[in-house]
């Protein structure tokens, strides 16, 4: 079976898009959703994991682990007044973190 990772599975979109996977497409994949700190809804057929994304070494681990078919990059700081208060902060989480997954995407999952 196919799996699909879901990076940002506690955020807004993330649960959103889990929902509709989880009710359309669990069995045609495998679905797991990382998050950072808070665990987000439990949904039928969703493994659930911690997942530092601005942690490199982490992101590495997971993906070669897992080993997706498919990644849905979510995670990020969506509110704008929360990245201009701390722009170094917006910068690591909704850049570099990035970088990270498709760094990760190409040494261990390069067919993603």
């Known amino acids: 079976m196919k799996k699909v990772l879901v990076t940002g599975a506690s955020g807004f979109v993330g649960q959103h898009v889990l929902s509709l996977l989880s009710a359309e497409y669990a069995k045609s994949f495998e679905l797991f959703g990382g998050y950072f700190e808070e665990k987000p809804t439990e949904f039928e057929n969703v493994l659930f994991f911690q997942l530092d994304v601005?942690?490199?070494s982490d992101v590495e681990r997971r993906i070669q682990r897992l080993a997706p078919h498919?990644?849905?990059?979510?995670?990020?700081?969506a509110e704008p007044g929360r990245v201009n208060a701390n722009r170094s902060l917006g910068l690591r989480v909704n850049f570099i973190v990035s970088m990270n997954v498709a760094k990760a995407i190409l040494n261990h999952s390069p067919l993603t």
């Open 70 to 77: 498919a990644i849905i990059h979510l995670a990020a700081i």
């Open 54 to 56: 601005t942690n490199a």
